[in-house]
């Protein structure tokens, strides 16, 4: 990319411990208008509500111009303009509780560098582990991409929704809504809430949906749709970008295995995100 070896990243760590406080959870469950969940101390804290914690400790001196993080600390320094996480696969051992100690191991497991259709891109796959004091609670890997910018946007082919669905709902994805969880998880990816910056700089149409977000709407409507029982395993991918300006559908189906199939689609019908989710 730059002259930089990237396999020299490969096996690069990181440690970090973090007290799972209410205060985000519960401001999480006002911001997604979830006014029935028990979050005091020693409660079950929802899953994948963990990336509510754990977050980047950057000043804003250490910002780049897009926002994230500038690039050389515990990820690589791709040049590659934009970058996105796109997708994760995660295992749940123990559920988290409200108000205890948990510590995260990071590590950098693969780097690989592809030619797609717009031209050169790099994969950096991280895996982390979550511990507590009762033992092992979360494996997770994280896809992160890395491309080069676009010209104009292009949209990706038509991708429609499956025709038998078990249920569908509409959510708000709003630009409030896209703005309340930047702050909740300090994230100052500009094309969260920067119009001029997304549509000028990074030649989107609108404001682009999170994929944590969308994430965290399908594992809710899951959890809605099985009430009581608890994941085993959890995976997501992003198909193409949800936009603040599209209405966006959750949908779910049931699948031979006992789990669910569940998606993200924008107001013409097409996914913009895929997950599975199996129970214990």
Same mark, same amino acid.
């Given at each position: 990319?730059?002259?930089?070896?990237?396999?020299?990243?490969?096996?690069?760590?990181?440690?970090?411990?973090?007290? =799972?406080? &209410?205060?985000?959870?519960?401001?999480?469950?006002?911001?997604?208008?979830?006014?029935?969940?028990? =979050?005091?101390? $020693?409660?079950? =804290?929802?899953?994948?509500?963990?990336? =509510?914690?754990?977050?980047?400790?950057?000043?804003?001196? $250490?910002?780049?111009?897009?926002?994230?993080?500038?690039?050389?600390?515990?990820?690589?320094?791709?040049? *590659?303009?934009? +970058?996105?996480?796109? $997708?994760?696969?995660?295992?749940?051992?123990?559920?988290?509780?409200?108000?205890?100690?948990?510590?995260?191991?990071?590590?950098?497991?693969?780097? &690989?560098?592809?030619?797609?259709?717009?031209? &050169?891109? %790099?994969?950096?796959?991280?895996?982390?582990? *979550?511990?507590?004091? +009762? $033992?092992?609670?979360?494996?997770?890997?994280?896809?992160?991409?890395?491309?080069?910018?676009?010209?104009?946007? &292009?949209?990706?082919?038509?991708?429609?929704?499956?025709?038998?669905?078990?249920?569908?709902?509409?959510?708000?994805?709003?630009?409030?809504?896209?703005?309340?969880?930047?702050?909740?998880?300090?994230?100052?990816?500009?094309?969260?809430?920067?119009?001029?910056?997304?549509?000028?700089?990074?030649?989107?149409?609108? *404001? %682009?949906?999170?994929?944590?977000?969308?994430?965290?709407?399908?594992?809710?409507?899951?959890?809605?749709?099985?009430?009581?029982?608890?994941?085993?395993?959890?995976?997501?991918?992003?198909?193409?970008?949800?936009?603040?300006?599209?209405?966006?559908?959750?949908?779910?189906?049931?699948?031979?295995?006992?789990?669910?199939?569940?998606?993200?689609?924008?107001?013409?019908?097409? %996914?913009?995100?895929?997950?599975?989710?199996?129970?214990?």
């Amino acid at each position: 990319m730059d002259g930089t070896d990237l396999n020299d990243w490969v096996g690069n760590r990181e440690e970090r411990s973090a007290v =799972l406080y &209410s205060t985000p959870a519960h401001l999480l469950a006002l911001t997604l208008d979830l006014d029935d969940l028990d =979050l005091e101390d $020693g409660s079950p =804290l929802p899953e994948l509500w963990h990336w =509510l914690y754990f977050l980047p400790m950057v000043p804003t001196s $250490g910002l780049g111009i897009d926002g994230h993080p500038e690039r050389g600390g515990f990820l690589p320094p791709i040049s *590659l303009e934009r +970058r996105m996480w796109a $997708g994760g696969r995660l295992t749940f051992h123990l559920g988290l509780e409200v108000g205890e100690e948990v510590h995260k191991s990071s590590q950098i497991v693969d780097i &690989s560098q592809k030619e797609g259709k717009t031209g &050169s891109m %790099v994969l950096v796959t991280v895996r982390h582990t *979550l511990t507590s004091q +009762r $033992g092992l609670a979360i494996e997770e890997e994280q896809d992160i991409v890395y491309l080069p910018m676009p010209e104009s946007y &292009s949209a990706p082919r038509p991708d429609p929704l499956p025709e038998e669905l078990e249920w569908t709902q509409q959510r708000r994805a709003d630009a409030v809504l896209l703005f309340r969880f930047s702050a909740l998880t300090f994230n100052a990816h500009r094309i969260h809430y920067d119009l001029p910056y997304a549509t000028e700089a990074e030649h989107y149409p609108g *404001l %682009v949906v999170h994929g944590p977000l969308q994430a965290m709407l399908l594992m809710e409507s899951a959890r809605r749709h099985r009430s009581g029982a608890h994941p085993a395993t959890y995976m997501f991918r992003a198909s193409r970008p949800l936009f603040d300006f599209e209405s966006c559908t959750v949908a779910g189906q049931s699948t031979a295995d006992g789990g669910l199939d569940l998606f993200t689609a924008n107001g013409d019908g097409n %996914v913009a995100m895929r997950a599975h989710v199996t129970w214990r």
